[in-house]
Nanobody
Framework: QVQLVESGGGLVQAGGSLRLSCAASGRTFSRYVMGWFRQAPGQEREFVATISTSGGSTLYADSVKGRFTISRDKAKNTGSLQMNSLKPEDTAVYYC???????????????WGQGTQVTVSS
């Protein structure tokens, strides 16, 4: 089993950037698809991006395409989400997740981090 811890959240002005990190421990992270999801107050958890085990394939939500970039470092057992041109509607708790397939469905991810808060002010 993999354990995940997110970091890098914070407060940023609209148009700014943040980089989130996902640190993995336990079983080999490189054998799992890594995804990012977010949840705003009163809202359902929403797919953001996901990346294949090799890092060669990615999927993005339409709302973040062109602004966010997902990546992973196999040797360090870490993943990242680079967020540029941030908007107030990006405000949410962001979660890293490990799963078995490249999908936007959160039910396909069996291991979740505790989340990190991202707040974008206008």
């Amino acid at each position: 089993q993999v354990q995940l811890v997110e970091s890098g959240g914070g407060l940023v002005q609209a148009g700014g950037s943040l980089r989130l990190s996902c640190a993995a421990s336990g079983r080999t992270f490189s054998r799992y698809v890594m995804g990012w999801f977010r949840q705003a107050p009163g809202q359902e958890r929403e797919f953001v991006a996901t990346i294949s085990t090799s890092g060669g394939s990615t999927l993005y939500a339409d709302s973040v395409k062109g602004r966010f970039t997902i990546s992973r470092d196999k040797a360090k057992n870490t993943g990242s989400l680079q967020m540029n041109s941030l908007k107030p509607e990006d405000t949410a708790v962001y979660y890293c997740a490990a799963g078995g397939s490249l999908t936007m469905n959160p039910n396909s991810y069996g291991t979740w981090g505790q989340g990190t808060q991202v707040t974008v002010s206008s």
